[in-house]
């Protein structure tokens, strides 16, 4: 039986652009309803309450479970089928997204998004752990380029489709529409080959609350992913100021609420030719180059956005931002995939997701509150030296722990 288990897995392998296009086509159509509900869900909160506080709360609170879940959705993807946790989260959220057209509660509505986003979870630590047991190693950059690409697509398509579906028709039908891509990528995830679960991790006894604790010692004894989650989580922080500081710049330039549209569109055009070229002709040689130039070209384009005289500058160094943000994209996910073991890539990714989703959120608040203080321009110059400089730190730090990556990855 093992032999022949053997011999489908490699069947399998020898389709990896199959493979990657198939999960592409599951996540990214999931992560497009996800997108196309975040986006609605505050239009109804303010529809039903007249209040962009309650809109506010609502977020934080699905962020907030959101993070502290993420961990936890790891062990589930270490101790269970990956393919089997995705269809379960392709399920619920096709009843979830439904069921909230037909609410008008806001606290109903705010915990069933919170189920969604916990489910959302769930299935992007089983994609994480369950695409290198599915793909050949040598064809895991290009997986997961195509993987970014999609991701990005969604991200930027979720709000415009958003618009359109409250424009022509009404919020309540958005919710519609986002249960219907999860039955898309719930059909796309069906044909995906299944991996057996590792020895190791289907004969564990351990209760969920022991093999969390067994990730977080793992990564936290490991010096490099201790580096990773401290360095590279500080540097994230910094890059969120752009986010939430970017508005007050559009209006500084007199372009009002569309030139912030104009930049974080710049952002996204760059972001999605890396990963789209990525996702063609990315080799396993280019990996640490592109995990560690990254961060120093990003750092860098906000720290030049900060001090850009014109709009057109801030324009471009958005882009180029934008294109530092698919190197990160294209290379991030195969180091972690490379360094960790598999039976504990669940937990530790969910770790990192956790940690950058943490970031973030401190980020926005603390360079909201400093622009307040000292600018816009003050607070994101800040926020991009601040980038930099751990940008720099990162790439003496992470350099020499990852000179085995593309030897691992060849074979």
């Known amino acids: ?105 806001i606290p109903l509505l705010a915990i069933l998004i919170a189920i969604a986003a916990v489910g959302g979870m769930l299935e992007a630590t089983s994609v994480a752990s369950l695409t290198p047991k599915i793909v050949r190693a040598a064809e895991l950059p290009r997986a997961n380029a195509i993987l970014s690409s999609a991701l990005n697509l969604a991200f930027i398509g979720g709000p415009l489709l958003s618009g359109v579906l409250v424009a022509r028709f009404s919020a309540h039908w958005g919710f519609y529409a986002a249960a219907l891509t999860q039955v898309i990528a719930l059909l796309a995830t069906m044909t995906l080959p299944s991996h057996p679960r ?9 209760n969920v609350t022991s093999q969390l604790f067994d990730g977080l010692t793992f990564a936290f004894q490991d010096r490099f992913l201790t580096l990773m989650l401290t360095v590279y989580s500080v540097f994230i922080l910094g890059l969120t100021a752009f986010n939430v500081l970017a508005v007050g710049l559009s209006y500084h330039f007199h372009m009002s609420g569309y030139g912030y549209g104009i930049l974080i569109a710049a952002q996204g055009a760059g972001m999605l030719i890396v990963t789209f070229l990525s996702a063609k002709w990315i080799k396993t040689s280019s990996i640490v180059p592109l995990f560690l130039i990254n961060m120093p070209i990003q750092g860098l384009s906000i720290l030049a956005i900060a001090l850009s005289k014109s709009f057109l500058l801030c324009v471009f160094f958005a882009f180029f931002q934008g294109v530092g943000w698919g ?40 360079f909201g509150w400093l622009g307040g203080q000292i600018g816009d321009a003050a607070a994101l110059a800040t926020a991009g030296l601040l980038s930099t400089v751990f940008a720099i730190l990162a790439i003496f730090l992470l350099r020499p722990h990852l000179r085995d990556v593309n030897v691992d990855a060849a074979h």
């Open 198 to 206: 590792d020895e190791t991790v289907s004969a564990q006894t351990k």
């Open 327 to 366: 190197m990160e994209q294209a290379s991030v996910m195969t180091v972690l995939q490379m360094r960790i073991p598999s039976a504990l890539q669940g937990r530790t990714i969910g770790l990192f997701f956790s940690a950058l989703s943490i970031a973030e959120t401190v980020g926005v608040i603390l």
């Open 1 to 105: 039986m093992e032999g022949v288990i053997g011999l489908e897995h490699d069947r399998h392998l020898t389709s990896p652009t199959r493979i990657a296009f198939t999960l592409a086509v599951s996540r990214g159509f999931s992560a497009l309803g996800g997108q196309i509900a975040l986006t609605i869900l505050p239009v109804i909160v303010y529809l039903i309450s007249h209040s962009l506080a309650q809109a506010g709360l609502v977020l934080g609170a699905r962020l907030l479970i959101s993070t502290i879940s993420t961990p936890i959705s790891g062990v589930f993807a270490d101790r269970m089928n990956q393919k089997t946790l995705m269809l379960a989260s392709n399920c619920a959220r096709i009843a979830l997204f439904a069921l909230m057209a037909q609410l008008h509660s």
